[in-house]
């Protein structure tokens, strides 16, 4: 049953393919960081992990845009001002 209905979808849609796909740009990507000098390399992994990523277009470095340290916050009554 399973195989005549979501077998059938999976096939189609070439799952198993996307995988095969996504162990090969893993594989590119620790061959291009094994090829980086020691100082570089944790840098790029670290912004490797981080999703916020910006374009410094002074000297045009890339580099993290916020902070691992922000905090949620929001703001209270002025002060004086009654609740």
């Known amino acids: 049953m399973w195989q005549r209905s979501l077998g059938i979808e999976r096939q189609a849609v070439g799952v198993d393919k996307v995988f095969?796909?996504?162990?090969?740009?893993?594989?590119?990507i620790?061959?291009?960081?094994?090829?980086?000098d020691d100082k570089v390399r944790p840098k790029?992994?670290?912004?490797?992990?981080?999703?916020e990523l910006g374009l410094n277009t002074r000297d045009e470095r890339?580099?993290?845009?916020?902070s691992e340290?922000?905090?949620?916050s929001k703001a209270g009554?002025?002060?004086?001002?009654k609740v």
């Open 20 to 28: 095969e796909e996504l162990a090969v740009i893993d594989d590119f």
């Open 30 to 36: 620790a061959y291009v960081l094994s090829c980086l």
């Open 44 to 51: 790029i992994e670290y912004m490797l992990g981080r999703l």
């Open 62 to 66: 890339l580099g993290v845009l916020f």
């Open 69 to 72: 340290h922000l905090v949620d």
């Open 77 to 81: 009554p002025a002060t004086g001002e």
